[in-house]
């Protein structure tokens, strides 16, 4: 089949690469030359894990390639992906100006019948104002599906090549099973692909992330108990993912959740139901846990130091959303980073990959370091705030000498209490207690549940 991405994005990179390895011939499109440059040149200017490797294999294979004209990427097109970014606007409804855009220029582009796929995660609804953008300027005919994608930053390329489902929402038959015979090689039974109407389609994809949302926010507002009572957020946690109808993921307390998505994507429900005239309390409560949340472990800090931090240096260890992606976008980090700074630190922070894009995003005096140990250097406490397999289980005697004072604060509750405290370092974490009170005094022994943060 011959296939169109239209943004090569987080989604649209990875789409084009995956549908190239099972032999279709693919050519992806983004306005941006100097991504396209990259991207020609076998360099994803994203860090994906397996994302370079599929994109110099589409290429050297010669199926996949990538321009910035939308009319000779849409050349001799069966299927064309729209998976261009729909960020918040100022009202928190997601803006479709770029969707416009890539609608439009397609329609102008077209050169026969078409199937249209609306990758990008929109406002229920969207499937009509893009039929109409294509209609208004359309040549051919053309089907408009509504096809959400699922795939999660930092396993992006697993998730889309081994899909637990696909959701295709569309009231054409012909549409439905040609990209059907698309998917099919991705999906290890038919029947994980669906077909539904465009609206319930379009709703799906705000329906799990919302959902997933509000489990977290669940934890995190417990946790805040648990600290009032003594208990340990941790031990909770491993108590209720042991119950089957509850199960283990995203039930983590933090800092917060970020990312590209779930923020935009609550906020763009939330303003849907609004409109219908039917608000969702509980995703409301949600975001506003969440934005309280994203500060809270500043007030263990401060128990710790007092209420200014002049003349402190902290250590911020990670700054991606979340571990395996260079994605800042909305990263609680940054929020963090931003407040230690506003209350006088000196901050020294250490990312893996994600370094080079909180740059322009962190506060000027944010000292970016080479090291997580470089980071550390002279700091009197440490701030966890992404759980990088390479962070979470540090060197302490190493670390101790590195550090001023011996404080770490564990926004992921992913360092091991046990060996921070055995080590001689104050340990505060997430709904875990404050050091020295009783409670929440042992690393939770665990069945082998994982961190129930993979999905
Ligand atoms: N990132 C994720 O994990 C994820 C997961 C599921 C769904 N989504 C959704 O998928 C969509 C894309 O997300 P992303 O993270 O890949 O976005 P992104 O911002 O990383 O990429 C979007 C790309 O589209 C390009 N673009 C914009 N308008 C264009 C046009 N008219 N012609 C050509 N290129 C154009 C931009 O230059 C950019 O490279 C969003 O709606 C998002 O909510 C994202």
Request: proline share 4%; glycine share 10%; hydrophobic share 40%.
């Amino acid at each position: 089949m011959r296939v169109t991405i239209i943004g090569t994005g987080y989604v649209g990179t990875v789409a084009g690469a995956c549908f190239a390895e099972t032999g279709n011939h693919v050519c992806c499109v983004d306005k941006d030359a100097s991504k396209v440059a990259a991207l020609s040149a076998g360099k994803p200017i994203i860090y994906e894990p397996q994302l370079e490797q599929l994109v110099r294999r589409g290429l050297a294979r010669g199926n996949l390639s990538y321009t910035t004209s939308v009319r000779d990427g849409t050349r001799g097109a069966d299927v064309v992906f729209m998976t261009v970014g729909t960020p918040s606007n100022a009202e928190g409804d997601a803006d479709l100006g770029f969707l416009e855009e890539a609608a439009r220029e397609t329609a102008r582009a077209m050169d026969g019948s078409l199937i249209v796929v609306n990758k990008s995660t929109v406002p229920v609804g969207t499937h009509r104002l893009v039929a109409e953008w294509l209609r208004s300027e359309a040549a051919h005919p053309f089907e408009v599906v509504s096809n959400p994608e699922f795939l999660r930053e930092g396993s992006a390329v697993r998730d889309f090549l081994r899909p637990e489902r696909v959701v295709l929402g569309t009231g054409s038959k012909t549409a439905f099973e040609t990209l059907k015979q698309l998917y099919l090689p991705f999906v290890t039974d038919e029947r994980l692909i669906l077909e539904t109407d465009p609206v319930s389609a379009e709703l799906t994809k705000y329906a799990c992330n919302s959902f997933l949302a509000t489990r977290i926010s669940f934890m995190n507002e417990l946790s805040r108990l648990c600290e009032a009572l003594g208990a340990d957020i941790e031990s909770v946690r491993h108590g209720m993912a042991l119950d089957a109808r509850i199960g283990r993921h995203f039930l983590q307390a933090g800092i917060g959740y970020g990312g590209s998505c779930f923020p935009k994507d609550i906020r763009a429900l939330l303003a849907t139901a609004k409109d219908a005239g039917v608000p969702l309390s509980i995703v409301a409560a949600t975001e506003d846990v969440n934005e309280t949340q994203k500060t809270h472990l500043m007030s263990a800090v401060h128990r710790h130091f007092g209420a200014s931090l002049a003349g402190r240096t902290v250590a911020l260890w990670g700054l991606a959303f979340k571990p395996d992606t260079d994605d800042v976008r909305e990263a609680p980090a940054l929020i963090l980073a931003r407040e230690l700074a506003r209350t006088g630190a000196r901050v020294r922070a250490f990312d893996p990959v994600a370094g080079a894009n909180a740059r322009a995003l962190l506060h000027p005096e944010v000292e970016l370091c080479e090291s997580a140990y470089e980071a550390a250097e002279n700091a009197d406490g440490l701030v966890l705030a992404t759980e990088w397999p390479e962070l979470v289980r540090p060197d302490y005697p190493l670390l101790k000498r590195y550090m001023r004072e011996h404080v770490l604060f564990d926004g992921r509750n992913a360092l091991s209490m046990s060996q921070a405290r055995g080590h001689g370092f104050a340990y505060y974490g997430v709904g875990r207690g404050a050091p020295g009170k009783k409670g929440a005094r042992r690393d939770t022994k665990r069945l082998p549940l994982g961190s129930g943060r993979a999905a």
